[in-house]
């Protein structure tokens, strides 16, 4: 029995844990909502604000605070004017009956000024700083002549130093009330931003003055307190900024505060640079600096005073909520916490638009379907086609013959194979050759060469309508095959907007110090992927001068720490010596292609109908292509030339091979009803494996010189637009260093004089070759085909040449310490 009672204890003590700390976690976030409900949307927060802001006073008889802020909250939050009006009232009765009347004075006539400003200026923003101004100018001069019954130089001094600083805090208030006001602040804040809610918080403790218990200020502790918040959130300089700027108007507030300044610049310069140790090391900061100030200033008397102070606003600081602190960090740019909100924004627009491009992917994936989904009542079958082809040439013979009944009634079978006959030998266009037919039909039937007649003109009807049909069809699939292009060049964008940006932080690190213990300074570094064969990092480093750091000495400590070869793809260098170079970095690739051209027009003229390419396609992949136009001259040149274009355009846009040949023969056929087609031959090399596609419509062969072995590339197609639809074949070749890719159009090839087999021909000139530069290689083909022709140029010639071979890095990898080596990058 002990037993089992001692069994039951742990779970039920353990599940009665986890109930109470799910309650607390509950009622915390209930808690924390009503009273930010309570201070945001009921309006506590103006209270508060508003009853310190009447209490505030400086140089003992100015008091610029009120006005400036009933003004910004009737501007900004109209509906809580008459809250701050009356908190301001109370906070300035706690104060003396004069400070009331100066407040409740201003107030009315700044109700006054502003209705009158109304009429003459719309823009309420721009005309409520100089509203106050006036308004306050008045109340005070107003207030001391009444008091006193005169005015001196020194009042009327006084009452501009007074309106003018009422000036510049509606400036100011107008700036900070939004920032301290809203529930959910979404911006970052600027600087600018920090000061003016800091002059603001400033102003409200002045409102504090006067409060002390044994000596112990009230304002002293909650600007310390603030002090420290804002240098354990932002950092040594945002919590040296706050020192001075909340120290300056303490200052003014009170002479006896004048220290205060230095006290709290030194304290947040601490606090923010012992941040590191979480809130101790940042507390501890504070009381040091506050230590010292006091033993500076003062000296001992007020050491103890000063020491009690610090220990309120660090225990203050201590029970903050965290939630508090990450949520004010995440608005000081520089902080960790607005850097990953940062990032989680990004990540969410990331994810908004990546779902977005998967939804028009999918629209145009389904359009795709349906242009490619043939219902029934699309295709006709023949039994009906034959059928309504027949009710036609009936209607126009048949029905107004009088041997109608005896035909159709009696005899359907035999009439209606004589009809489907015909019918058949009409498009075989070989019912005149068939006598036996004719001579048939035309002992059965009365009107048999009206039929006949009739016949072979809705023939020529039913065969346009039979190739508009065709075009139809070929149209929708040449939409549907694009459509479907589109949609998988729009999904593979989604899924790379949807990877993760790796975080690299020790990967850094080990690059810079690997990089420092060179001897080389890096400003910063970012790495975006470290994958195999495909790494992608940018540096900032200071300007070199033109001496080419990056290259030289940079990119190949990269390689060895990386294990792969990296180069520079891109380098911005600094504008001016002091400035830095922005570089980027990446993997090179395994293979290079060299490339030689031989070009001649026919009869060496200045057009050509051939057209030719190289181009890098991205993700390692470099494309050589030779169209061959039919003909000659101008529309030749017009056709190929055409053919290339298309052919790159959609090559670069992603989308497959296959499909983009499909779609460029589908356009060319469609455009035109002339006569006019083109060949293509195109190859593919990865530059990775060196791998290669071959896709050859309408072309010559290619061949490939390994060594002393030629190999011939050869595919049959019918050349691009001769028909509507074809089927593309591919050659796949696996290519080495140092092979030669030759590529040519049918003048090269067939161009040879007297020459029966051109194959064996053209491989024993490749064999013989001697050298192996493409260029040179191009242009001695084309030499000795043309010398075969006496000198002639009987037909437009094209020769393309490529050389694949390793890509040996421009410098060597220059070898890291032994202590980078050992934590080797992966």
Same mark, same amino acid.
């Given at each position: 029995?002990?037993k089992t009672?001692?069994s ?10 986890e ?11 209930g808690?924390r ?9 009921r ?26 802020f009933f003004?910004?909250?009737m ?7 008459l ?7 109370a ?9 009331v ?30 509203t106050?101004?006036?308004s ?12 006193? @019954?005169?005015l001196t130089?020194?009042?009327? #001094?006084?009452?501009?130093v007074? =309106?003018?600083l ?6 100011i208030?107008?700036?900070s ?6 529930r ?6 600027k600087?600018?931003e ?8 400033a ?6 003055i ?6 112990i ?14 240098a354990?959130t932002?950092?040594a ?11 300056l108007?303490?200052?003014?507030a ?22 590191? @140790?979480?809130?101790i ?11 010292l ?5 003062e000296?001992s008397a ?8 610090s220990l309120v ?18 608005h ?15 990540r ?12 028009? =992917? ?8 349906s ?7 699309d ?9 309504l ?5 009936t ?10 009944d005896?035909c ?11 009809m ?12 005149h ?8 039909f ?10 006949e ?19 139809v ?5 040449l ?11 729009m ?14 932080f ?8 690997a ?5 080389v300074?890096?400003g910063?570094?970012?790495i ?8 992608d ?10 001496? @080419?750091?990056c290259?030289k ?9 990386l294990d792969?070869?990296i180069v520079?793809?891109?380098e ?9 170079c ?8 395994t293979?290079?292609?060299?490339t030689g ?5 026919? @009869?060496?003229g ?20 030779i ?13 190929s030339n055409?053919t290339?274009?298309?052919l ?7 989308i497959?091979?296959?499909i983009?040949?499909?779609?460029v023969?589908?356009?060319?056929s ?6 006019m ?10 530059l ?22 030629v ?19 591919v050659?796949?070749?696996q ?5 030669i890719l030759?590529? #040519? ?5 067939e ?13 024993r000139k ?5 050298t ?7 242009d001695?083909i ?17 020769i ?6 390793h ?9 890291v310490s ?9």
């Open positions: 029995m002990e009672e001692r039951l204890v742990g779970p039920i003590s353990g599940v009665s844990l109930k109470t700390q799910a309650f607390l976690a509950q009622f915390w976030h808690f909502m009503k009273l930010q409900s309570f201070l945001f949307f309006g506590l927060i103006y209270v508060i604000i508003g009853f310190l802001l009447g209490r505030a006073f400086i140089l003992s008889e100015i008091v610029p605070f009120a006005l400036p003004g910004a909250v501007l900004l939050k109209k509906d809580r004017a809250l701050a009006a009356f908190s301001l009232l906070g300035a009765l706690t104060i003396s009956s004069e400070m009347i100066i407040v409740g004075f201003s107030i009315f006539i700044f109700l006054f000024v502003h209705k009158m400003t109304i009429f003459f200026y719309n823009d309420r923003f721009k005309a409520l700083p100089f106050v101004f006036f306050l100018l008045a109340t005070r001069l107003l207030y001391t002549y009444f008091m006193n @019954g005169f130089l020194y009042d009327y #001094m006084m009452s501009v007074e =309106s003018g009422s000036f510049i805090l509606t400036l208030f107008l700036q009330i939004p920032l301290i006001s809203a959910k602040i979404k911006q970052v804040y600087i600018e920090i000061i003016c809610l800091m002059i603001l918080l102003s409200v403790m002045t409102g504090l006067g409060i002390n218990f044994q000596e200020q009230a304002e002293h502790i909650f600007s310390r307190y603030v002090v420290l918040l804002f354990f932002g950092g300089s945002i919590g040296c900024t706050v020192g001075v700027v909340t120290g108007v303490l200052s003014l009170h002479i006896g505060n004048l220290y205060q300044m230095s006290l709290l610049a030194f304290s947040g310069l601490l606090g923010g640079l012992l941040k590191e @140790g979480k809130k090391g940042a507390a501890v900061g504070l009381l040091i600096g506050s230590l100030l006091t033993l500076y200033g000296g007020n050491i103890w005073t000063n020491i009690w102070e606003a660090v225990m203050l600081f201590l029970i903050t909520p965290k939630s508090l602190t990450e949520r004010l960090a995440k000081i740019p520089g902080t960790y916490e607005h850097t990953l909100e940062q990032q989680i924004y990004a969410k627009i990331r994810d908004v638009t990546a779902h977005r491009v998967d939804q028009f =992917s999918n629209v145009f994936r389904a359009l795709s379907e242009f490619s989904t043939f219902y029934p009542n295709e006709i079958d023949d039994d009906r086609e034959t059928d082809f027949l009710s036609n040439i209607e126009h013979t048949c029905q107004t013959c009088f041997k109608k005896k159709w009634t009696q005899n359907f079978d035999q009439t209606y194979h004589f489907k006959q015909m019918m058949q030998e009409h498009k075989e266009n070989t019912y050759l068939n006598r036996r037919l004719k001579r048939d035309n002992k059965y039937c009365s009107k048999s060469h009206k039929v007649q009739v016949m072979e003109q809705e023939m020529n009807y039913f065969r346009a309508n039979q190739k508009l049909k065709k075009q069809k070929e149209s929708r699939r939409v549907a095959e694009q459509l479907l292009g589109v949609s998988q060049v999904a593979d964008f989604s899924k790379e907007m949807k990877k993760e940006q790796e975080h690299h020790l990967q850094e690190e080990q690059i810079l110090e990089l420092h213990s060179f001897g300074e890096i910063h570094i970012e975006y992927n470290l994958e195999q064969g495909n790494v990092l940018e540096m900032s480093i200071p300007y070199c001068n033109g001496h @080419g750091e290259e000495i940079i990119a190949p400590m990269l390689s060895d720490i792969e070869t520079v793809k891109h911005e260098c600094a504008s001016f010596p002091n400035g830095f922005q570089v980027s970095f990446g993997s090179a690739k293979y290079c292609v060299e051209v031989a070009h001649a027009a026919k @009869g060496g200045l057009v050509s109908g051939d057209c030719y390419t190289m181009m890098e396609l991205g993700a390692g992949k470099y494309a050589l292509a169209s061959d136009g039919m003909g000659n001259g101008e529309r030749a040149h017009f056709e055409e290339i274009k298309l790159q355009k959609i090559l670069q846009s992603g497959d091979e296959k983009a040949i499909k779609t023969n589908s356009i060319l469609l455009r035109t009803t002339d006569e087609f083109s060949t293509l031959d195109l190859s593919i090399i990865d990775q494996d060196a791998s290669c596609k071959f896709m050859k419509v309408g072309s010559t062969p290619s061949f490939i010189k390994r060594g002393d072995k190999i011939k590339v050869q595919a049959s197609n019918l050349p691009i637009g001769i028909v509507d639809e074809i089927d593309v074949d050659v796949d070749e290519l080495k260093a140092k092979d030759i590529m #040519m159009s049918d003048g090269i090839f161009g040879p004089k007297h020459v029966e087999n051109h194959d064996l021909w053209m491989k490749i064999k013989e070759l001697q192996h530069d493409p260029q040179e290689i191009a001695l084309m030499e000795e085909v043309i010398r075969t022709r006496s000198g002639r140029i009987d037909d437009d010639m094209t393309v040449v490529a050389k694949i071979d890509n040996n890095p421009k410098w060597a990898s220059i070898p032994k202590y980078t080596k050992a934590k080797k990058i992966g």
